[in-house]
């Protein structure tokens, strides 16, 4: 029988109290739904310590110590957390070949920057999987260098480094994002992106540049699968008491307009940018009598997430009549209650892979706006959703701020717009998402071989 290795980092935490992101919810419905089928053994690697599905053999690395707090972690730290999580992985994989035979055994990583050795896994034979959540160059382009130069021209800049020899010189951090991602393309039998838009970017920026010839066409060993969603069972009316109380908790009146967000707290979310385009709405005649409500659900995560919570909490008080809250981190039951709380959903992210909460709130049938970002023209369609243009950047609040105030402005084109919502989500299927890639993963190995 074929052998499946599913790495991934954020595996093995309790994801109702712990603010991973959306790579970390996706790699752990992976392991629900492949924990299903009869076609492979799956061996589970991840870093916290707790199970992540009944039945399913699952492995912590490193062994020693308490969970890390990868949440807390600032870039050093994580940087230096990713070259642990390397080393532990690619030798517990490489010091089981006896079991783990690598003419029988795919490996599958659920993102990059935190995966094992990719070359070395390659070299000794095993057939690589590499799942991709965020695309490490363009994030730091676009996060830490405000997207003044392209990614391609980053990933070409450094390959001349490394040509010239001064590419040990720069910090391990930049290491990190610049080889790692490279040797991650160079070495990957198949990559799995959520959107077209981030598959280009990869292409643009490898094309040229790869040292590994032995490999197929980078676009031959590309494939986009846009996640989809899944639904967490919850009880209605439980659900339906609580809408009741935080209604009245909130001071909803029934005339009140409700926009919602859902992300962790951390600057390529643009939370900043929302609270930027109420403030211009606050002096539109067509709200100076309508008490308009922001909630924010989610919790500081990752680099600089403290300093942009704070950032993001000065700028929520600076508003003069709109009301802003902050429910922090929300459970599945508690997820439900809030989109039904709300009138209309909203992702003002600067950078976003995909969208999982996106298709979540469609879900709950919720209609949703959102910045041009990769995930969305997988995601939305005008019968649903709409979506704002981020170039110029200097426009990006304004032209937010343009749209909510179009949006909000008519209650019932918001009502008819999450029924659509709510029928296109159904046809948004992950188990389907996760049976395709299963199937593209063990089509790796030869079904001769495998027996």
Not at 77 to 90: D, K, P, S, V
Not at 391 to 399: I, K, M
Request: proline content about 6%; overall charge positive; glycine content about 8%.
């Amino acid at each position: 029988m074929r052998h499946l290795v599913f790495i991934g980092c954020h595996l093995g935490y309790p994801m109702d109290r712990t603010p991973l992101g959306g790579g970390a919810m996706v790699g752990l419905q992976l392991v629900r739904e492949w924990a299903k089928s009869p076609e492979c053994r799956l061996t589970v690697v991840g870093a916290g310590s707790h199970h992540p599905a009944p039945g399913v053999d699952y492995v912590r690395l490193p062994q020693e110590g308490r969970d890390p707090d990868l949440a807390k972690l600032s870039e050093f730290g994580y940087a230096a957390f990713c070259q642990e999580f390397e080393a532990a992985t690619t030798r517990f994989v490489l010091d089981r070949r006896d079991v783990f035979d690598p003419a029988r055994t795919v490996v599958v990583v659920n993102d990059i920057s935190e995966g094992p050795d990719f070359n070395r896994l390659a070299e000794a034979g095993y057939k690589v999987v590499s799942i991709w959540h965020v695309d490490v160059v363009e994030y730091f382009s676009r996060i830490y260098l405000n997207d003044l130069v392209p990614p391609h021209r980053w990933t070409w800049a450094f390959s001349q480094f490394e040509r010239w020899g001064l590419a040990r010189l720069l910090p391990e951090i930049l290491r990190l994002v610049f080889v790692k991602q490279r040797h991650a393309v160079e070495s990957s039998d198949l990559m799995v992106l959520p959107s077209r838009q981030m598959a280009e970017t990869i292409l643009r920026c490898y094309r040229g540049i790869l040292q590994n010839g032995s490999k197929p066409p980078l676009h031959l060993r590309t494939r986009v699968l846009p996640w989809g969603g899944w639904r967490e069972e919850v009880d209605e009316g439980k659900v339906a008491l609580e809408v009741s109380r935080l209604r009245e908790h909130y001071q909803l009146r029934p005339d009140s307009r409700v926009v919602l967000t859902m992300s962790r707290i951390s600057p390529e979310k643009g939370i900043h940018l929302l609270l930027e385009a109420l403030r211009r709405l606050e002096s539109s005649p067509r709200f100076r009598a309508t008490d308009v409500c922001l909630f924010v659900c989610g919790e500081t995560a990752f680099m600089r997430g403290e300093s942009y919570g704070r950032r993001v909490r000065a700028d929520a008080e600076r508003l003069r009549r709109f009301r802003v809250f902050f429910p922090g981190y929300l459970s599945a039951f508690e997820k439900q209650a809030y989109f039904r709380l709300a009138d209309l959903f909203v992702s003002p992210s600067i950078h976003e892979s995909y969208g999982l909460t996106l298709v979540e709130a469609m879900q709950a049938g919720l209609p949703v706006l959102a910045s041009d970002h990769y995930g969305v023209d997988e995601i939305l369609r005008p019968g649903y959703g709409r979506k704002v243009a981020y170039w110029p950047s200097a426009r990006r609040s304004r032209n937010l701020a343009s749209a909510l105030e179009e949006m909000l402005a008519d209650p019932a084109a918001l009502k008819r717009m999450g029924t659509a919502a709510r029928e296109a989500a159904r046809h948004m299927d992950f188990a389907d998402t996760a049976a395709k890639l299963l199937s593209e993963a063990l089509g790796l190995i030869p079904e001769g071989v495998a027996k």
